[in-house]
């Protein structure tokens, strides 16, 4: 999920608006400020795509390099934080295009299988809570981010960027070019895989 940004400082900006006409000025001490306030939590998301901290601090800094660029032309038409949250995903999916793809297993080796008869092939664990809690929950966050390093790479970015970081389906097909309904497709899939990875530790039990 995108992060809303910390509070300014009223020492500095009274307002988000009075920061941008400072970024907008050049001002160094904007640009310093803009850096030391959101590179954290920027640098969490780039960590979620790319996973080494090499790629993602280069995805942050390209990242604050586009913002730097673009300010002059920002709009206000929405929160400071949700546009440098788009840039960075941006980033990241630039870096995911070029670098060169590690051997990936086939993600039907994460998917439910099934026997003639049309059941699957065996009993489905009963969790404790729901997928979408498990996804969304505080206390169990750290183990579904884990296991969703553990997908297939494009099955990891479309179930990134649709449950994680909360795009609409159409504007996860617009940014992996791709069609809606292939979206659709794969993050189903995606979430199926993960259900299979989160099975053994989502017992009724957890």
Sequence with gaps: M???GPELPTS???SEEELIEALQRQEDDAYEYLVRAYSGRMLVVAKRFLGQDQDAQDAVQDSFLSAFKAIENFE???KLSTWLHRIVVNACLMKLRTKKRKPEKPVEDLL???VSDGHRD???PSWAITFDTAV???ETRDLVRQQIEELPESYRTVLLLRDIEQLSTEETAARLDMSVS????RLHRARQALKT???PHMNSGY
């Excluded at 292939?182 to 497709?185: L, M, P, Q, R």
């Design 2 to 4: 995108e992060s809303t």
């Design 12 to 14: 500095a900006w009274k």
């Design 76 to 78: 206000g038409n929405s």
């Design 112 to 114: 439910p299988h099934f």
């Design 122 to 124: 065996r009993s489905e």
């Design 136 to 138: 969304q929950s505080r």
């Design 182 to 185: 292939a979206v659709k497709t």
């Design 197 to 199: 990875l989160l099975d």
